[in-house]
């Protein structure tokens, strides 16, 4: 799994978004999902999130990687490299966005 945190406010996000788009047609395997930070507070104080795009890595339910503003072919290496798995649960996030009551402000991005 691939977690994408984001803001409206990020440029970089934006210009990044395409990219995501391309990755997930590209890696099925892979489930891509999108969180913007302002809508999920608490989620971003959890992980202690400052600077926006992070990508977080997760594989067999635990975080396998953390990158702060990386470039599309950095972040294709780390998927590859992590060679991550579709994960169904999310462990801390899960947790947030059930105390949270919605998943409004999470986005899958569907292939």
């Known amino acids: 799994m691939v977690?994408?945190?984001?803001a409206s406010w990020c440029g970089p996000c934006k210009l990044?978004?395409?990219v995501i788009q391309e990755f997930a047609a590209?890696?099925?395997?892979?489930?891509f999902v999108k969180i913007d930070v302002d809508e999920l507070i608490e989620v971003s104080q959890e992980?202690?999130?400052?600077t926006m795009p992070t990508?977080?890595?997760?594989?067999?339910?635990k975080v396998a990687d953390n990158v702060v503003g990386v470039t599309k072919e950095e972040l294709q290496r780390l998927i590859e490299q992590q060679k991550i798995s579709v994960i169904m649960h999310y462990n801390k996030i899960s947790k947030?966005?059930?105390?949270k009551g919605t998943r409004k402000d999470q986005q899958i991005i569907r292939r």
């Open 96 to 99: 947030a966005l059930q105390h």
């Open 55 to 61: 990508f977080m890595l997760i594989k067999k339910g």
């Open 47 to 50: 992980f202690h999130l400052q």
């Open 3 to 6: 977690i994408d945190f984001t």
């Open 26 to 31: 590209k890696y099925t395997e892979v489930e």
């Open 16 to 18: 990044l978004d395409p």
